[in-house]
């Protein structure tokens, strides 16, 4: 049998998660031809046992520590026969035959190569999170700022959020995020994948970057949809903050000019600070005894050499 799609997940300490999503790819697919693999990062609740007991018929890989989102799509993918690769995020719900119609639109549409789809929160709102604008220096002096959390998707001063686009148009973007995102096998092979310098955060829009250079053209299709809930497996805010610091900062390091790199790193710098200190401002105004307990900033600043 022609395999037409190879679904990727990985799975970190999202069992319950990750088997409603698994359970929604077969609910929901029903004319595409795929396989699922799935790579457990080391989870320490009982994810391995209850994901294979679920779904025997599945490609699970239980690795012995956690490699990070980069190396253990890489490691699937190695194993993966499809035509395309959907890289899938355990936090998400198909909608409408979400599968069936991004594989459609992408037949139809071959010169994209790199494909998204549209998602919503819980109660079917909305969820922008399935595209970004790339970095610029000027979307970093706006988050630097607060400019971007006054003006929230506002094309000026919200630049690498798309403005108040609702996903529902096709539409080339910069970039795909990995929650849902399929491409053609024969270019995520021409590109050695993801760069596995990135541990979490950061690769999609280095893929997406590449992948551009190769020839092609991510799109974003809103007849595909699903529920995507976000930061399932990310339970400290704290280290999910340091971690997409660092993931910023190596992107652009490979991406801009060292000199527009350097600005860039001293302007996350500054947003961490400035961040910082008005959430300390504010609760000594208002929570007064809470202030240490709410200093997630502050840790951010702090540890600013970690990331």
């Known amino acids: 049998m022609l395999l037409e799609v190879s679904i990727i997940i990985i799975s970190y300490n999202t069992k319950d998660l990750t088997i409603s999503s698994i359970k929604s790819v077969y609910e929901q697919t029903v004319r595409t031809k795929f396989e699922i693999l799935v790579v457990d990062n080391n989870s320490s609740d009982d994810s391995v046992e ?5 779904f025997p018929d599945i490609r699970l890989f239980a690795l012995d520590e956690n490699i990070g989102f980069a190396k253990a799509n890489n490691f699937a993918a190695r194993y993966a026969k499809g035509k395309y690769y959907l890289l899938l995020n355990p936090d998400t719900i198909i909608l409408d035959k979400g599968i069936d119609r991004i594989f459609l639109f992408a037949e139809k549409n071959p010169k994209y190569l790199v494909y998204g789809g549209r998602t919503f929160y819980e109660d079917l709102s909305l969820n922008p999170t399935s595209c970004w604008k790339k970095p610029t220096l000027w979307s970093f002096f706006c988050y630097a700022t607060g400019l971007t959390s006054l003006f929230r998707s506002n ?3 919200d630049p690498e959020s798309y403005g108040k686009w609702q996903r529902d148009t096709i539409k080339t973007v910069d970039i795909v995020t990995g929650c849902f995102l399929l491409i053609r096998a024969d270019l995520w092979k021409e590109l050695e994948g993801f760069d596995e310098d990135f541990f979490m955060y950061g690769e ?4 997406c970057f590449r992948a551009r250079k190769a020839g092609a053209v991510p799109v974003i299709t809103p007849e595909a949809t699903l529920i995507h809930y976000g930061g399932a497996s990310e339970k400290i805010r704290a280290d ?5 610091f660092r993931a910023k900062k190596q992107l652009i390091r490979k991406h801009w000019h060292p000199v527009r790199s350097v600005l860039g790193s001293w302007l996350l710098t500054c947003s961490a600070f400035t961040r910082y200190m008005a959430l300390k401002m504010l609760l000594v105004v208002t929570a007064p005894g809470e202030t240490g307990k709410k200093d997630i900033w502050g840790e951010v600043w702090r540890k600013r050499e970690e990331w």
Do not use: G
């Open 204 to 207: 999609d829009a280095d893929l």
């Open 155 to 157: 094309v000026l001063f």
């Open 50 to 54: 209850t994901i294979s007991r679920t």
């Open 240 to 244: 999910k903050v340091m971690r997409l």
